[in-house]
């Protein structure tokens, strides 16, 4: 009788546990398809971003605070293929900056449309977290539609369609990467003013991770401020990278002709990350408007330093600039201070 007690209650022990177990694993499995089902829902909501640029100036004739920027920036995944990008600066706006859809078909070929940087230079697709100086280097403002020498001011942007991929992939990184679109040429939020179209391209060759070549070319025309009618808008640029998260150097060299006027300038920049924090940084910068006209040249010389309290989130920037010009009486420098918060 004692050994069927005892078998008894084995058996029930060995059912509840049994039980217990299923119904612990149903649970975990329940519990597992909830947490897919939330990341799913998660994963499609838009993902919202901006960045906030305070800035204090001070030269020879003025001393002033003002906010350089203030960017509210919304993306989101609308399937695996399909993401869109909707970003707007109220600094100085409001102004829509970004208007993107992409369709992510191969990493050899995608598309995109909509309203963008454009693929011209190495220094343009920079983000203002990631760049090291606090301004462009003049021949980016002036040659890549900032405060372009054919009057267009579009932050490096326009509104068309682009391909875009790479090529060779590498662990981390690809042997080659391209980007050749069509785009109107007029700048942002800007209907085209003409039946031409101003096609724009850039190759970037990577021979080792650290190591970028790149080649840029834009064909195309503008309607100049001071003209009725269109004019020739045509650039070409290359530049060289050097970047193993420490030392990082940067060189390029970019010519422009807009109507009858040929326009050159060229920069090198060079950074080193202390402790992921601190970056000194010193950059060389030329630019001539009129090649043929020595008056139009000036020679920047800027050293200045990051400090970065969250790393590419809340950090503080100060550089000194010596702006040298022909006419030495116009040589003149100027102080500029900027705190970034990210988020």
């Not at 403002?141 to 579009?154: E, F, Q, R």
């Amino acid at each position: 009788m004692k050994k069927q007690l005892f078998t008894l209650c084995v058996a029930l022990s060995i059912l509840i546990t049994s039980t217990m177990t299923a119904e612990a694993q149903q649970a975990d499995t329940i519990q597992n398809q909830r947490l897919t089902k939330l990341e799913n829902i998660l994963s499609k909501l838009p993902k919202v971003s901006g960045v906030i640029n305070f800035r204090y100036r001070l030269d020879e004739d003025r001393s002033t605070f003002d906010i350089r920027r203030a960017r509210l920036d919304v993306k989101g995944d609308i399937s695996k293929m399909f993401d869109y990008r909707v970003q707007v600066e109220f600094a100085s706006g409001p102004r829509l900056l970004d208007a993107q859809i992409r369709a992510k078909i191969k990493p050899y070929f995608n598309v995109q449309i909509g309203q963008f940087k454009v693929p011209f230079s190495l220094e343009n697709p920079y983000s203002p977290t990631g760049l090291e100086c606090i301004d462009n280097a003049m021949a980016i403002t002036k040659l890549v539609g900032y405060s372009d020498v054919s009057g267009i001011s579009a932050n490096g942007r326009d509104i068309g369609v682009m391909i875009y991929g790479e090529v060779f992939k590498k662990e981390g990184y690809s042997i080659i990467d391209y980007s050749i679109g069509v785009f109107n040429g007029a700048g942002i939020n800007t209907t085209d003013n003409n039946k031409s179209k101003d096609v724009i391209a850039r190759v970037n060759v990577n021979p080792i991770k650290t190591v970028t070549l790149s080649a840029s070319g834009y064909l195309g025309e503008a309607y100049l401020n001071d003209s009725t009618r269109h004019a020739t808008r045509d650039r070409l640029g290359f530049g060289i990278r050097y970047d193993d998260k420490k030392w990082m150097f940067r060189s390029e060299y970019l010519y422009g002709m807009t109507h009858k006027t040929e326009s050159m300038g060229a920069y090198a920049v060079l950074a080193y990350t202390f402790f992921k924090k601190l970056q000194p940084v010193i950059r060389f910068d030329y630019f001539q408007e009129d090649i043929y006209k020595a008056s139009t040249g000036e020679i920047d010389y800027m050293a200045g330093v990051n400090y970065w309290f969250i790393p590419q989130k809340v950090g503080l920037q100060l550089n000194f600039t010596y702006r040298t010009f022909n006419d030495t009486k116009r040589n003149t420098g100027n102080i500029c201070i900027m705190g970034t918060a990210a988020f």
